[in-house]
C-alpha cells in the first residue's frame, strides 16, 4: 500500500519540521512521506529547510490574507495534494472548527509541554516555557496529540517528561524540551500515525 502523503504546517524556525525531515531520509518514517511544507509567513524558516530537501513548499500568509481566506486556500491545495495527515510543527494559528472537521483523524499537533498542563489559548513558544517556571513545576516535557475542534483537547498519541532544572530561563528550557522531547517523540508519533491510517 502507497506510503501516507503528509503535510507540514509551520510559522517560525522549523526544528521540529528538520526533525520529521531527518528521520524520514533515515527511514524511520516507512509509512509516511512529507511532500509538502505550508508556512503561514513568507519569512519562516521553515521554508529554507524544506527547499534543501526538495519539498514542495506554499505560503499563505497571515498579514496579507484573513484566516477565513487562509484555511479555505490550504485546504484546498491539501486535498489536489492528497494530503492524508496534516502534521502541525510549531504552526502558530489555532485552526477553525471548519478546518478541523474536513480532515478528521488526520491532524497532530506538537505541544511543548505535558497536557493537560500549561496548554491551551495563549499557551504556545516561548510564553509555555515562561508558564512553567513562574509556576515553579519540576517536570514539564512535550505531547503529540489529535488535533479537534477544542484548542488542544483531542486524544493524546506521545508524552516524553523533560526536567526543569536550577537557573532554567524560558531559552534554555525550550532546547532541552526540544532535544530531550520534541524531536524525539514526534517522529515517532507521525510514523505511529501514519502506519495505523495505512490500516484504516
Ligand atoms: C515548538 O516548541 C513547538 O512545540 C511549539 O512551538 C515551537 C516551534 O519550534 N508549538 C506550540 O507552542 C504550539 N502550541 P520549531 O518551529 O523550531 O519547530
Known sequence: MKKIRIAVLCSGGGTNLQALLNAGEAGLIPDGEIVLVVADSPSAHALVRAERQGVKRAVFDKKKLPRAEREEKIAALLKEEGIGLVVLAGFMTVLSASFVRKFPGRIVNIHPALIPSFCGMGMYGLHVHEAVLARGVKVTGATVHYVTEEC?????????????????????????????????????????????????
Request: charged share 35%.
Open 152 to 200: 488542544d483537547g483531542g486524544p493524546i498519541i506521545a508524552q516524553r517528561a523533560v526536567e526543569v532544572r536550577e537557573g532554567d530561563t524560558p531559552e534554555t528550557l525550550q532546547k532541552r524540551v526540544m532535544r530531550e522531547a520534541e524531536w524525539v517523540i514526534f517522529p515517532e508519533a507521525v510514523e505511529q500515525v501514519c502506519k495505523k491510517l495505512k490500516g484504516d
